[in-house]
Structures are given as structure tokens and as C-alpha cells.
């Protein structure tokens, strides 16, 4: 599968991007971290090609792409996700499962933020969102956090050494033969541009804002739920493993997978992530198949006994749509849930924040991957006697008896929270 090497004007700089694959297919974005660029996916892309359209752009400051001084140009993860946006835009990606590694995994996070909408599904390599991912590694990086100063700022200058970004790509490798010499040379040539050495010094100081960030990237993964890869060089230096089993904290369904290998870990093992990466997403970028017919034609029995149940405000019906073991998730309260005991308890606890509801409207039914999903809107009164309003999505997993295996409930948070606190204060 052959890999373009291309470039795009976004806010006047030139950024460098490699593409592979069927424009038609299934979007991967690939966002590398330091100190390296694209080229630390040359292993990956084109295996990924066979069955995606992958993009891999060279971040401002970086690789190929444009590194105007640091007096013209902000050099921020908040910048530097806004470029990746535009970037995004430029080329004609609405939609795609994001690939994060190291620096890429603020940004990729950042992005998905701005737009959960866009993102399609999330593989973390070495990319991490949890303060016990953070090894001693980071204690001359947090030092300068905490005390910005002339004297910790030259402290880190060591990093940015031959040796330093050589040690990066070694540590933890079991056999160095498998990793190509140019991979590190090239970053050290990168590394040494004049005025390089400054634009890495600023961002070391503002990963702080990323670390600020993590209870929102975890609020993220609770909410939205994206389907949720993490492949990890179990023998990071900088980001432990125990990075990559939090995601399963708020998202229980995120697949962790370990390997005994370091920070740069397709280096060593890109034959076995690809085939990882492209078993997960055959199985989570099913493309969704939008019917056009009404909702009552295409539910299922069980889906439209679900919605008539809450209709009513019948527990008994409603947890009669779901198998004895079924599961429910949703970013509210202390779910995911299991079991019909847990699925009452929930079903009553709704009903202690809202008396009852006055109108349920299903207002768009459609198949998403394994699942039947659900856009609705209900209306209702709190026990105050309180109008309430709020949508959501709901996707439904069946088993082969036809009942509910699992649901995952998106509510629209905002506006459900606005409605929970009026609810509460009444």
C-alpha cells in the first residue's frame, strides 16, 4: 500500500502529513509525540492502509512541518490541538478513530473535547490521561512546574541530548537490533535546528496545563464511552503501565493490551499492534446504517417494549425487556450496572429525581455497529411539579433471545444536569 508524502497551508504554516489507504474507508489520525514525528509510524501505516484511511501530520515544531519562532507562534498543547483542528478541516476529516502517543495524547484528548462527535473510536500507545501513569521520570519536568525558573529550565536542556533521545528509543528493549538507528537520528537532527531547543523547553513547561486536564479527559471517557484500544510499552520510562489499566476505570469495556518492549513500542512490535488495531476497529467502525424508514418499523420488540415501559413508568415491564445478566452504562451516577437487582435500583432511583414523564418521543431509530441505536427526548415533571426536558442517545445490544444484553445510555449532560439540580433542590 503505497504511503503519499504531502503537505497543507493551516494558518499560514506548512504542515507535512503521510497518507495511506481508501479515502472511502474508515479514518485513522494518527498524532505522534517527542521528540519524533510521522515517521514513527512508517511500520504502522501501511499495514494499517489495508483496511483504513490513515493520516499521520508532522505537529508544529516538528518532523516536516513548518517551526516558526516561538515569538511568532505560541507553542501550547492548546495551539498545537488547534492546528491539529484545522488541520483536520483542511484535508476533510469529519470523523475518525484517533491514534495517540506521548505529546499526541493531550492533543488527541483536547480534540476530542472540542468535537466527542468526531471521534470514532480512541488507541492510546503510550499515551497517557491519569496522574499514576506519570513515572519519576517527570520529576525534573514537574520541578520546573512548580518553580519555572532559569536554573530548572536549563535542567531539562539534557533531555534534548543524542544520548538522551537514543536512551528513549532503547530503554526497555530487549533486543536493540530491532530498532532502525534512523528513527533517533532523525529526531536529533530535528532536535537541532537552531531555536529547536527553546520550542521543546516551552512545551515541557506547559504539559502542566495537560495534567490539569486529566479529570476532564477521564469525564470524556466516562461520558462518551468511545470504543477504546490501549497498547503500551509496559517498560516505559515515563508512562507506567498502570496508565494504561486506568482507562478501564471509566470506561470498562477499554481493551488493555501490554507489551514487554519501551516508550517507542512499535518499534519492536508493529506487526502485532496493527493486527490488534485492525481486529479492533473491524469491530467497532461498523459505518452506521441510517434506514430513513419511521423508528417503529426497524425496532426490535424488546427496544420498543423498553421505551412503552418508561412511557408508563412500569419497572416491571421495563426490566422485563433485559436478560437476567444484561448491563447498563450511562455517565450518571455510579453505573455501569449489572443484573436486574442493579437495573431496579436504577430505574427507582430515576423516578426519585422525576415523578414521572409526560412525553418519551424516539426521534431517529438507526443501526449503529453491533447495536440498534436511539435518539429521544423526554419531557416531564419533578416532584416540585417542575417542567423537565432532556435528550440522549441509547444503544441497544440484543442477545439471541431478543431481550436487552446491554445498554449504553449517552444522556445530553448539560442539559440533564441543569434538570438532576433542579430535581434535587426540589
Not at 492548546?78 to 491539529?84: A, Y
Not at 529547536?196 to 486529566?214: H, T
Not at 464511552?225 to 520510562?237: N, Q, Y
Not at 423537565?388 to 442477545?399: A, C, K, M, Y
Request: net charge negative; proline share 8%.
Amino acid at each position: 500500500m503505497p504511503v503519499l508524502n504531502r503537505s497543507v497551508a493551516v494558518d499560514g504554516l506548512s504542515i507535512f502529513y503521510r497518507e495511506a489507504g481508501d479515502p472511502a474507508a474508515p479514518v485513522v489520525l494518527l498524532l505522534h509525540g517527542f521528540p519524533t514525528s510521522s515517521h514513527m509510524f512508517r511500520g504502522l501505516i501501511p499495514r494499517l492502509a489495508e483496511d483504513c484511511h490513515v493520516v499521520a501530520p508532522d505537529l508544529p515544531g516538528f518532523g516536516f512541518s513548518d517551526a516558526p519562532p516561538r515569538d511568532a507562534f505560541a507553542y501550547t498543547f492548546q495551539q498545537l490541538t488547534h492546528i491539529v483542528d484545522r488541520f483536520s478541516e483542511a484535508i476533510g476529516l469529519d470523523r475518525f478513530a484517533l491514534y495517540v502517543f506521548d505529546y499526541g495524547a493531550p492533543i488527541g484528548l483536547r480534540l476530542a473535547l472540542l468535537h466527542p462527535e468526531r471521534v470514532t473510536a480512541l488507541i492510546s500507545q503510550n499515551g497517557n490521561a491519569y496522574e499514576e501513569g506519570l513515572s519519576d521520570g517527570w520529576n525534573p519536568i514537574q520541578t520546573y512546574w512548580s518553580e519555572p525558573t532559569p536554573r530548572n529550565r536549563a535542567a531539562l536542556r539534557d533531555f534534548l541530548t543524542a544520548d538522551s533521545v537514543r536512551s528513549q528509543y532503547l530503554y526497555g528493549v530487549a533486543d536493540p537490533q530491532l530498532v532502525g538507528p534512523e528513527s533517533f537520528a532523525l529526531d536529533q537532527l530535528f532536535l537541532d535546528r537552531p531555536g529547536n531547543a527553546e520550542i521543546q523547553l516551552d512545551l515541557f513547561l506547559d504539559y502542566a496545563s495537560n495534567v490539569q486536564l486529566y479529570p476532564a479527559f477521564q469525564a470524556y471517557f466516562r461520558t462518551h464511552r468511545p470504543p477504546t484500544l490501549a497498547v503500551w510499552g509496559e517498560r516505559d520510562p515515563f508512562f507506567l503501565p498502570a496508565g494504561a489499566e486506568a482507562f478501564r476505570r471509566d470506561n470498562p469495556a477499554a481493551e488493555v493490551h501490554l507489551f514487554p518492549t519501551g516508550h517507542f513500542a512499535l518499534e519492536t512490535h508493529a506487526p502485532e499492534i496493527a493486527r490488534l488495531i485492525r481486529g479492533f476497529l473491524a469491530r467497532v467502525l461498523t459505518p452506521d446504517i441510517r434506514t430513513g424508514q419511521a423508528p417503529a418499523a426497524i425496532a426490535p420488540a424488546a427496544i420498543a417494549r423498553f421505551y412503552a415501559a418508561l412511557r408508563a413508568n412500569d419497572g416491571e415491564a421495563w426490566l422485563a425487556t433485559f436478560a437476567p445478566d444484561a448491563t447498563s452504562s450511562d455517565p450518571v451516577g455510579t453505573l455501569p450496572v449489572t443484573g436486574h437487582s442493579s437495573l431496579r435500583q436504577f430505574f427507582d432511583g430515576l423516578l426519585a429525581k422525576f415523578a414521572r414523564f409526560d412525553g418519551l418521543t424516539e426521534d431517529e431509530v438507526f443501526v449503529a455497529g453491533p447495536g440498534v441505536a436511539v435518539r429521544w427526548t423526554a419531557t416531564g415533571k419533578s416532584h416540585a411539579g417542575q417542567p423537565v426536558t432532556f435528550s440522549g442517545i441509547d444503544i441497544f445490544e440484543l442477545n439471541a433471545a431478543g431481550t436487552i444484553q446491554t445498554l449504553h445510555a449517552y444522556f445530553d449532560l448539560p442539559a440533564l444536569g441543569a434538570q438532576l439540580a433542579l430535581a434535587s433542590a426540589a
